[in-house]
């Protein structure tokens, strides 16, 4: 290895050190990105790197999704976000809907691939974010669970995921078609490794031989049981930190915080693709 390389204390994820991210060569990148393809997660302390060089960073893994999107609770003009703004309001529900465990982009056409995160600014307590090892989780399961759930799907959807909360999905940030309502395996295939893993989360919310109370216990149930250790980690976000995410093979959430501090995160989404996604259905289903 062209760095050092030490284990997390979980299923999953590894603590990268002595490389810069920024001037990697290929070769180092390739031993990187199988790393990464290994333990779902890399953690790479004191990056510091600029908003040009977290994207150059991130398609290297794959196609972008849309450049960096400040997940933070400072607005563009430096002006904290605040709750009597509706348009702040808004997005302060957004990151709020985060307080629970997700994969990015379930509740679309296509999962997202991964994400490369980094912390610029963060509040003086809470904020970690974490991530478990679905992959562990889905091994872990009984023989008779893990059976059970081959054959199982859920719908996903955005609005479901922040309703759990009461909150509601602004839909003025994204208009969502027909699309955003997919029926998905509960358990998916990875397509680079070939690994099974567990597909839920809080946009999930109806599996289609059960009522929607049925679902909702059963699905809690599930992430109740993938999420604890020692399939988690939660990383305590210093400035300039920067972490890389199989957002095919792990769930996320962000513990709260007080959002009245500056809290300024940069995500750079790494595109998924249809083709490789285990959606079974696109039909919309009635609300
Ligand atoms: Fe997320």
């Not at 893994?61 to 348009?87: K, M, N, Y």
Request: glycine share 8%; aromatic share 8%; with cysteine.
């Amino acid at each position: 290895m062209n760095f050092t390389v030490e284990p997390i204390d979980a299923t999953f994820g590894v603590m990268v050190t002595d490389l810069d991210a920024s001037t990697l060569d290929d070769d180092s990148f390739a031993q990187l990105y199988a790393l990464w393809l290994d333990h779902a997660l890399l953690v790479l302390p004191q990056q510091h790197l600029t908003r040009e060089q977290q994207i150059a960073f991130a398609g290297r893994f794959g196609p972008a999704e849309s450049g960096i999107f400040d997940i933070s609770t400072v607005r563009p003009d430096g002006d904290l976000r605040r709750e009597e703004i509706e348009e702040d309001a808004s997005f302060l529900n957004m990151l709020r809907g985060n307080y629970d465990w997700h994969a990015d982009g379930s509740y679309g056409p296509a999962l997202a691939k991964g994400a490369v995160y980094s912390a610029q600014v963060v509040p003086k307590q809470g904020g970690e974010t974490g991530w478990a090892d679905m992959r562990a989780a889905h091994d872990a399961l009984d023989d008779e669970l893990r059976a059970r759930v081959e054959t199982l799907a859920a719908r996903h959807s955005i609005q479901r995921g922040q309703a759990r909360r009461g909150l509601v999905h602004d839909e003025r940030n994204i208009e969502l078609g027909p699309e955003f309502n997919p029926l998905r395996s509960l358990v998916r295939r990875h397509p680079e490794t070939g690994r099974k893993s567990l597909m839920m989360g809080r946009h999930a919310y109806s599996v289609p031989e059960m009522t929607d109370t049925e679902s909702r216990i059963f699905l809690d149930g599930l992430v109740e049981f993938a999420c604890r250790p020692p399939r988690v980690y939660f990383h305590d976000w210093q400035p300039g930190d920067v972490v890389v995410w199989d957002n095919r093979s792990l769930l996320h959430c962000v513990k709260p915080w007080d959002m009245r501090e500056p809290r300024v995160m940069w995500h750079a989404g790494i595109s998924g693709s249809p083709e490789s996604d285990s959606i079974l259905s696109m039909d919309q289903v009635p609300a």
